[in-house]
């Protein structure tokens, strides 16, 4: 077993994802280390959401193997696979919360589901994630419809967090959102890292995401717009190269990243003068 | 002429392609449910409220439907048979009607469109807005935790709300007959029970078993795998209404020949109709 097997979180080995007659993913090699946090950038449609959906086993890939820990994840049994699996934490772009069930019970679910924990624990941990991510306990009872986007990410990120995960998989965790929230997700993905000693996949088409809580960046190019030969990683490195790039593709896309955010940071901060 | 018959054979073949690949994908998904099923009955937490809408809920629609065809078969078999001069036989042809046919099928239609629908649209809903895949992220089994107590519901209750519809088209149908179209009403009654054996209740009931599952499993088997949008919501609703009821009718031909030879097999002395 290789050093990078041993402290690798997940494992991602030569991946190839084809939906139909749509190339998504080809010949991929990830490796995210334990406590590392990785972003994955790239243009839309390149195949970004679905590269973190394979690492955690929501979507299978076409070819190629993905390691947990260490272990070969479709070689496991179903039960070490479950065990595995609950050392995961989601956050989805739309946080996907149970629109049926209340705030409390959308936190509680993974809890309640895993059937090891007592009513009074459950309810222990769910006030106590809650209290992590900034929300006070009257929004127990609410109902998702009842929350603004941004809080809705943070119930989200209560209830990714309630079974104490080992990775955590960020879905775009700052679309759709101000500045002013961004930077909220982005401390608590950043606290989140540091509280709770987790590995953390990121991605997003953030620029200042990036800059807050990355050690480590990929980019990945659409398959369409890829030669035969070419490789679907055109950058993996720190997030200092990344900013200082010479790659005129990558720059582009990074520069035009960093410029959206500032836009949209000057529109808020005028917007709350006025 | 020789392209348009490779064109005409294509799409046939496409058609009949995607037709063997549905009825694969369903029946792969019926063997999962069943699978969950034997190894683990859903908790009452979560059966209960799925319960109450398929059952509690359909109630009213269930009541409106059962009385409205007792009423209508009242009516158009008095027109035939007064002509017989048999109208007093009235309590017969509509108890049989009901409970071996036209019961079980139209509840079932209706619960098609009431339960069946907005299963799929739930579903199709909680898959466009990933809560599907949150279930699974969060160490659940979709299936487990979303199908097998719709199933189940289905199972249990559109039996009992045909059973319902029966008694309630029975009833409206002697109401309507006894005082509207001044039918006696010991004869109904007496006419009733003499032609209806337990055999067709029991027939009626067992369609209906079978009615509820396909509506379950078609209904779930859309909303999981809808395409994405409000598009793709609207079209795994409308497509488990129409599957469904041709499952429902198609499924009403094959066990009425079934049950009817089934019945001769065992009875060979009955008198055939």
Redesign the interface.
């Known amino acids: 077993m290789s050093d990078a097997t041993l402290t690798a979180a997940i494992q991602l080995e030569h991946i190839f994802c084809r939906f139909r007659y749509q190339e998504v993913l080809r010949d991929l090699n990830i490796t995210i280390r334990r406590a590392e946090s990785l972003a994955i950038i790239g243009e839309s449609g390149c195949g970004k959401s679905v590269t973190m959906?394979i690492m955690?086993q929501?979507l299978h890939p076409t070819a190629g193997g993905v390691s947990w820990f260490g272990r070969d994840a479709t070689q496991l049994s179903k039960r070490d696979w479950?065990a595995t699996?609950?050392k995961?934490?989601?956050l989805?772009?739309?946080a996907?919360?149970?629109?049926s069930l209340n705030i409390f019970e959308n936190v509680a679910?993974?809890l309640q589901?895993?059937g090891s924990f007592t009513d009074e624990q459950i309810h222990q941990i769910v006030m106590q994630r809650l209290d992590d991510v900034g929300l006070s306990s009257d929004v127990a009872e609410k109902h998702p419809s009842e929350l603004s986007g941004g809080m809705q990410k943070r119930v989200g990120l209560a209830?990714?967090l309630a079974?104490d995960p080992e990775v955590m998989f960020y879905d775009e965790p700052t679309t759709g959102l101000d500045p002013i929230t961004s930077r909220r997700i982005d401390d608590l993905i950043d606290s989140v890292k540091h509280q709770h000693n987790v590995s953390s996949i990121v991605v997003t088409h953030d620029m200042r995401t990036v800059e807050r809580v990355a050690d480590r960046v990929v980019m990945l190019a659409p398959c369409h717009q890829l030669g035969p030969e070419d490789p679907q990683i055109i950058f993996e490195g720190s997030v200092d190269d990344l900013f200082n790039t010479t790659d005129p593709q990558i720059s582009e896309f990074v520069n035009g990243g960093v410029l959206k955010s500032l836009g949209e940071a000057h529109t808020t901060q005028n917007h709350s003068a006025a | 002429m020789q392209a348009a018959a490779i064109q005409f054979t294509t799409g046939v073949g496409r058609i009949l392609t995607g037709l063997v690949q549905d009825a694969g994908a369903l029946a792969i998904f019926f063997a999962s449910i069943l699978g969950r099923l034997f190894t683990g009955l859903p908790r009452r937490r979560i059966l209960a409220p799925i319960l109450h809408e398929v059952g509690v809920r359909s109630v009213p629609v269930v009541l409106i439907t059962g009385g409205f065809i007792g009423m209508v078969l009242a009516v158009q078999a008095h027109t035939q048979f007064k002509i017989m001069h048999m109208e007093s036989r009235l309590g017969a042809i509509i108890t049989m009607t009901l409970v071996s046919e036209l019961g079980p099928v139209l509840a079932a239609t209706m619960l098609a469109g009431r339960v069946g629908s907005a299963m799929a649209a739930e579903l199709a809903t909680m898959r466009v807005t990933e809560q599907i895949s949150a279930i699974s992220a969060l160490g659940s089994d979709p299936v487990r935790y979303l199908v097998v107590p719709r199933f189940v519901a289905c199972v249990l209750l559109i039996p009992l709300l045909t059973a319902f519809a029966d008694a309630v088209g029975i009833f409206s149908g002697w109401a309507f007959s006894t005082q509207v179209l001044k039918i006696n009403s010991y004869q109904y009654w007496a006419h009733a029970i003499d032609f209806v054996t337990a055999w067709d209740i029991m027939a009626g009931l067992m369609k209906s078993i079978f009615f509820g599952s396909s509506i379950a499993i078609i209904a779930c088997h859309r909303g999981f795998h809808c395409d994405s949008g409000a598009e793709g919501v609207g079209r795994a609703a409308t497509q488990s209404f129409v599957l469904s009821f041709i499952a429902i009718l198609a499924l009403d031909f094959l066990l009425t020949v079934l049950l009817n030879t089934s019945y001769y097999l065992i009875w060979p002395q009955a008198v055939s109709l």
Do not use: C, N
Request: hydrophobic share 50%; net charge positive; glycine share 14%.
């Open positions: 959906k955690m929501l479950q699996r609950l995961f934490g989601y989805f772009q739309g996907a919360l149970f629109d679910f993974g589901e895993s209830r990714a079974l």
